[in-house]
């Protein structure tokens, strides 16, 4: 039997995600009310500025007093798509002290204060939902939470931002520069206005911290993740990636220590061989591959931005929600039991791509290997080109750590016969 009296939802901003959770809202109501087993009704929308046209958007529910809006005795959940730390840290703390459970696609705020926000709902007896907050569109946390909950996953590796995508994607196919690509994502509407977020891979270390955290069940927040953006690629190092047979991606990569010890979590760019299914995520499509040990390999793949993609997962979240409402539960909290350290970056292993401008002259390639023996890292591959006098020598490495990574390059830039360590670039996926 349906519930008569409708749950009242507070939508927390109204941009490009939030004027798309309200028309949904608005057009599929009788839809929602009978997946969840009660109306739901729109009680009112939070902005920063009230005389903006909102196609679509009831303007009598338009209100610039959200702390108000969110203290309504009569609101059972809040959806919090503003975005930032604050207001939204203390709008959402109200919500849960008022009894109203949240969903959010915050996830800046998420990857800093996560474990705060599960803690003041789980005391509040509310939900905390926010499958938005990674990957848009894409089924993904409620599958690691839920569906994975009895298996035990070993790794999560993915391409969680559309706008870098978008860019290696258009460097690799078109032979742009970065500035080129950048400049052609900024005019279709991939990428702000200030791209610095996303392109310098701000925006996919949280989404890792987020990730790593529900995989692991350990306390992973955004300053654990190690990280590096796509700005300092170049064409030279899309073309060196297409030689081996690969392509460049900005990856999110949360592992679990071989001795279930530790866990790391890291962004930045990396090639990965054509073989991967991860080198045909094209344009401005995520994907993520979880590694786990009874279920093996997974792949979740679809758009990961963008106003509807995102709402649908928003709304897939109020479903839920309102449905625990209706029923007197909560679903899942926070599982973060195994209280896992995050290894520094300097001890991870991994492959690497090593480009040298040297001295075209007999011995070099012998000092330059001599120096790599020294601190332990082995070399996988060799390729060296000789154009007038000086030389570019390519060399791929077997797994190795950062920090052995990292003094082989200082010793290489103190040798007279190496002009410059032109770029140097992780490989993964093999």
């Known amino acids: 039997m349906m519930r008569t009296r409708p749950l009242k939802v507070a939508l927390l901003g109204c941009g490009v995600v939030g004027s798309e959770v309200a028309r949904i809202m608005t057009t599929t109501a009788d839809d929602l009310a009978a997946r969840i087993g009660a109306p739901v009704e729109l009680a009112g929308i939070a902005v920063r500025r009230a005389g903006r046209p909102r196609p679509g958007v009831p303007e009598h529910l338009l209100t610039t007093d959200a702390e108000a809006l969110v203290g309504r005795d009569d609101i059972d959940v809040v959806v919090e798509v503003v975005g930032g730390i604050e207001p939204s840290r203390s709008l959402i703390l109200k919500a849960f002290t008022g009894g109203a459970s949240v969903v959010s696609a915050n996830k800046a705020l998420l990857a800093k204060d996560g474990a705060e926000l599960h803690e003041a709902a789980a005391a509040a007896g509310v939900d905390l939902y926010y499958e938005a907050a990674v990957a848009g569109a894409i089924p993904l946390l409620r599958p690691l939470r839920e569906s994975l909950a009895g298996d035990k996953v070993n790794r999560v590796l993915g391409i969680v931002n559309g706008t870098t995508n978008f860019i290696l994607d258009k460097m690799d196919s078109t032979g742009a520069g970065y500035s080129e690509a950048l400049e052609e994502a900024t005019a279709l509407g991939y990428a702000e206005a200030d791209p610095t977020a996303d392109v310098e891979g701000f925006d ?227």
């Not at 899309?238 to 679990?256: D, F, N, P």
Request: glycine share 8%; aromatic share 4%.
């Open 204 to 430: 996919a270390a949280a989404k890792a911290a987020i990730l790593a955290g529900i995989a692991f069940h350990t306390k992973v927040t955004a300053a654990d993740v190690y990280r590096e953006g796509i700005t300092e690629v170049t064409a030279a190092d899309i073309a060196s990636a297409k030689q081996m047979g690969c392509v460049v991606k900005l990856l999110a990569i949360c592992e679990r220590a071989a001795d279930g010890a530790s866990v790391t979590a890291r962004v930045h760019p990396a090639m990965i061989p054509l073989s991967h299914p991860l080198a045909s995520v094209r344009e401005a499509y995520n994907a993520v591959f979880v590694e786990a040990e009874a279920a093996g390999r997974l792949m979740f793949y679809g758009p990961g931005a963008g106003g509807s993609p995102t709402a649908s997962a928003v709304l897939g979240d109020l479903v839920a929600v309102c449905r625990n409402k209706v029923n007197g539960t909560t679903g899942p909290g926070d599982s973060v039991y195994a209280a896992l350290p995050a290894k520094p970056m300097d001890q991870v292993v991994t492959r690497y791509h090593v480009s040298l401008d040297v001295d075209d002259r007999a011995g070099v390639l012998a000092q330059v290997a001599s120096v790599f023996a020294e601190h332990g890292v082995s070399i996988d591959t060799v390729r060296q080109q000789g154009r007038d006098g000086d030389a570019a020598l390519v060399v791929v490495t077997h797994r190795a750590t950062d920090a052995a990574l990292s003094a082989t390059v200082d010793k290489l830039r103190a040798l007279d016969s190496v002009r410059d360590v032109a770029s140097i670039m992780r490989v993964e996926g093999e």
